[in-house]
């Protein structure tokens, strides 16, 4: 039964994949590189799928444990084929320099960071690898319709990752599931840890949401019956894996997400747009104070199925002080928890820390007050950038609803979570949303129902490209 299950699990995948390949004819073969990157920082290293994909647990630091020669030979040939391949169709490299200061003023700053960093050498490969993302990114961005690929990467992988998770879950626990330090049962799916498994379901669901929203004719009205059949498989799906992996994070940031892509009139104003985007932003400094507003967190917290110390999480910040980092210039790129910083913490709890379970944390550690203000600068600056395509009738498309959606997410996501300037699925689609470059002009096709759009007509998505700024 488990390998028949797995078998017709397979063939529903990619008989799935099959269909929309023929659906998105405009996308190239090209963006199966970026595709590849996806479905493995979306579920496990490739070293752990070439052994067998059985996940064996590590008591090294962080930022020791051994790295795998298959992993850097696959990294290395994903970023030097997306180099590749976007050098060759003529992308304009010094364009998206120039058009996203932020961003290279933050790397720039975590790139001078190896200069004080007790691992130069570590946190050099690092930080190449991590900013060879914008290689892969170029590649989608250097596609016909670059929004179509986008989208097609993300469903495909989706099409994939969900239902094997189901299936790794109910008939292939060794795989499918994975134990806490205290013994208890994580349900992890295709993945190596519970909140990772909310994270592709709360990626790959935003981007399902705005595919459908994409294929419909402009000014159609909502209808449940015109959602396809398998957008609304993978959604309960998604569900389904929400509930199994207790990640609340990730459910909290789903439905988040689907508001900000789904809203529109008035909902669409820029005074809307700038006091979320504020809140927001003041948000992760709100719970560093946690204990002072107690009555008014506790109750949140509490209906999010937390507590005021996040899951233990404030414990570990309180164990950072001045004497484990510099508070101004910190330890430099991703070298903390493999220094002396974060062996005086570990020694102090007992216990292996990977990392502070909050995105601001980890920046703070390593790059100090200065990289925080750095991150709070790119995080303005292109929140401003998106905010000025958004508006009652200015957004054609729901490109940029998604695109503010994934900063918003990502700002909160953060909070309880590691994932900026970490290469993984929620930083490398927070990137890509945040880039700015001009995409070509897509004049709007025909108008048809939706559901002859997606069964006679396979590459009709209506899509609207944004005027090449």
């Not at 064996?56 to 970023?79: C, G, K, P, R, W």
């Not at 976007?86 to 190896?114: E, H, V």
């Not at 820390?353 to 200065?370: C, R, W």
């Not at 994932?419 to 096709?445: C, D, H, N, Q, Y």
Request: aromatic share 12%; glycine share 8%.
């Amino acid at each position: 039964m488990p390998t028949f299950t797995l078998a017709a699990s397979l063939t529903f995948s990619f008989f799935l994949i099959w269909r929309d390949c023929r659906r998105r004819k405009t996308v190239s073969a090209r963006v199966w590189v970026p595709t590849m990157l996806i479905l493995i920082l979306g579920s496990r290293p490739a070293s752990i799928w070439a052994s067998g994909g059985t996940i064996h647990a590590s008591t090294e630091m962080a930022n020791d444990v051994a790295t795998s020669s298959i992993d850097q030979m696959f990294y290395f040939s994903v970023l030097a084929s997306s180099l590749i391949l976007a050098s060759r169709k003529g992308f304009k490299w010094g364009k998206l320099f120039a058009s996203n200061p932020a961003i290279m003023l933050f790397y720039l700053y975590f790139a001078i960071s190896i200069m004080w960093s007790s691992d130069p050498i570590g946190s050099t490969k690092r930080i190449i690898k991590d900013f060879g993302l914008l290689f892969v990114i170029a590649v989608v961005l250097s596609e016909k319709e670059p929004l179509q690929a986008m989208r097609a990467i993300y469903v495909r992988c989706g099409f994939l990752l969900l239902p094997l998770s189901i299936v790794f879950i109910k008939y292939f626990p060794v795989y499918g599931r994975s134990y806490g330090i205290a013994g208890d049962v994580m349900l992890t799916g295709v993945t190596t840890q519970k909140n990772s498994l909310g994270e592709i379901v709360l990626i790959f669901t935003l981007f399902m949401v705005w595919d459908y929203l994409e294929s419909r004719p402009p000014g159609a009205k909502f209808r449940i019956g015109k959602i396809p059949w398998e957008i609304v498989i993978l959604l309960v799906i998604g569900a389904q894996l929400l509930n199994l992996s207790q990640s609340k994070t990730a459910l909290m940031c789903t439905l988040v997400g689907t508001l900000l892509i789904c809203r529109s009139g008035w909902l669409m104003s820029k005074p809307i747009n700038i006091a979320i985007l504020g809140a927001t932003l003041f948000v992760p400094y709100f719970v560093f104070f946690a204990e002072q507003f107690a009555s008014i967190l506790g109750p949140l917290t509490e209906a999010m199925g937390r507590n005021l110390t996040f899951t233990g999480r404030t414990d570990i910040w309180k164990h950072i002080s001045l004497n484990t980092v510099n508070p101004i210039i910190g330890s430099g790129y991703w070298n903390f928890w493999g220094g002396p910083g974060g062996y005086a913490v570990n020694e102090s709890m007992h216990a292996i820390i990977p990392n502070a379970h909050n995105g601001y944390v980890d920046l703070f550690l390593d790059g100090g007050i200065t990289g925080l203000c750095i991150l709070v600068i790119m995080l303005t600056a292109c929140g401003y950038n998106i905010m000025s395509h958004l508006g009652p009738g200015r957004d054609k498309t729901h490109y940029h609803r998604a695109r503010f959606a994934f900063l918003i997410v990502a700002i909160i996501y953060n909070i309880s979570e590691s994932t900026f300037a970490r290469m993984g699925p929620i930083w490398f689609t927070t990137l890509m949303m945040l880039v700015e470059f001009p995409l070509p002009k897509v004049s709007l096709r025909k108008a048809q129902p939706a559901i002859v759009q997606r069964e006679k007509m396979p590459d009709v998505h209506t899509e609207s490209m944004l005027v090449a700024r």
